[in-house]
């Protein structure tokens, strides 16, 4: 169960943030702001508490707060991003972090190891981690070094096709993962129940389980009802100005 999440708004200079994809246009701020609102009350009406930080005109993708910290049970990593213009992002989650975790249970990437939270994914006390080009392989020795001496465990995976692992692969507990792409044949996964992701909805396989329900992106119809069909509550919040970016549901939050 979660009982927190961090967010941060976006700011006005969202519209310089890093993309691949620059044909599905700049964002539009005011609707970015909308949707913020509404993703954090569809994280409420799951039952968290949620902490709103404010915007960072400077960094320009400083809501996708996922790749700043990795939150878990035992401990609170610090990360180090691997994209330049995000690096310095991680100074700013400090202050909110220590809130949370005491002084002793707060740990720190550093440099030359790189590595951003998009790549981490949690299943219960094990996290994979993905090999992108945001996240090195000093940065994956370090965090399993971290993961180990609190009792946690961590692996490689590796990535050829998308930005972050949870681009394209998420746990929604119950042994259940939603895979799309590359993920769908990898070992790691194989035994485990795979939802597949249609070629065509493959943005929705960034989906988030909080608390029992699962927060799918609008829009993609065919994943929604197969998450249905998989017996969980769906709950729906639009992300378009964010997918511009890059960005899905998991980025614009730290659950724990
Ligand atoms: C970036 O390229 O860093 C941002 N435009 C998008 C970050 C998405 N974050 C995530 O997948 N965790």
């Known amino acids: ?4 999440v961090i967010v941060r708004k976006p700011a006005r200079s969202m519209i310089d943030g890093i993309t691949s994809a620059p044909e599905l246009g700049k964002p539009d701020y005011e609707l970015a702001v909308k949707q913020h609102d509404a993703y954090i009350e569809a994280l409420r009406s799951c039952g968290v508490e949620v902490t709103e930080l404010p915007a960072l005109e400077e960094y320009p993708d400083a809501c996708f707060v ?17 994209a330049a213009s995000r690096n310095g992002e991680k100074e700013h989650i400090m202050e909110t ?3 949370f975790y005491k002084e ?9 190891g790189t590595l951003e939270g998009g790549d981490v994914m949690m299943v219960g006390d094990h996290f994979y981690v993905g090999r992108s080009a ?13 993961l180990e001496k609190y009792g946690l465990s961590g692996s490689e995976v590796t990535l050829e096709k998308v930005l972050h692992l949870k681009t394209g692969v998420n746990y929604l507990e119950n042994d259940t993962f939603l895979v799309s792409g590359e993920f769908i044949e990898k070992e790691e996964f194989k035994n485990s129940k795979l939802i597949l992701i249609p070629d065509d909805e493959a943005y929705a396989a960034n989906c988030i389980w909080v608390n029992g329900k699962v927060i799918v992106p609008s829009s ?5 009802q197969l998450i249905r069909e998989a017996g969980y509550e769906v709950i729906t919040t639009d992300t378009s100005e964010y997918r511009k970016l ?8 730290l659950r724990f």
């Open 1 to 4: 169960m979660f009982k927190h």
């Open 66 to 82: 996922e790749d700043v910290a990795v939150v878990t049970r035992k401990c609170a990593i610090i990360t180090n991003p691997g």
């Open 97 to 99: 972090i220590k809130k």
């Open 104 to 112: 002793d249970q707060i740990e720190y990437i550093k440099a030359p």
């Open 134 to 146: 945001r996240t090195n392989e000093e940065g994956i020795h370090q965090f399993i070094e971290i």
């Open 220 to 224: 993609f119809p065919k994943v929604a």
């Open 246 to 253: 890059d960005g899905g549901l998991s980025c614009l939050s």
